[in-house]
């Protein structure tokens, strides 16, 4: 299995990560910032793509289920992110994704029928909502209420 980057891809190998992750019932977003593939034969066997602290465009062809693959996506994903500076990471699936994702260190934020929002960060939106709630009156500002 082949390992290529793209911050991000252009050209034919935009088309074909477009065409691979539309093949899996997915839609390439423009504002990806880093995208990899997993190939085999050179043909695209898993993808991910970082847009920020969001990993999105996660698939793995239906040939290549059970064999770790998302795993490994999701690791170097991760790990770029890290590179980066961002550590406190989101991702948006589909529900019925949520035990792999809860497999990869991801805990649910928000779930809709449609979308589930994660992140690798235990309760780290309610830390943060927590935080801000905490400040005390900044300069300027009228005092809460």
Known sequence: MELN????????ALEKLVCFLNDCGLRYDERVE????????NKI????????????????????????LAAKIISELVNEAGRRGHFHLFLFTKP?????FDDLGFYPVVKTDQVLLMENKKQGI????????????????????
Request: charged share 15%.
């Open 45 to 68: 066997a898993a993808t991910g793509s970082l847009d920020g602290v969001v990993l999105k465009c996660v698939a793995v062809s239906s040939a290549f289920r059970s064999e770790g």
């Open 96 to 100: 019925e994704n949520q035990e792999l």
């Open 126 to 145: 309610e830390q943060f909502v927590a935080s801000v709630k905490n400040l005390t009156q900044l300069p300027g500002q009228p005092a809460p209420l």
């Open 5 to 12: 980057t793209g911050s991000p891809f252009k050209g034919a």
């Open 34 to 41: 880093y995208s990899i593939c997993l190939t085999e034969n």
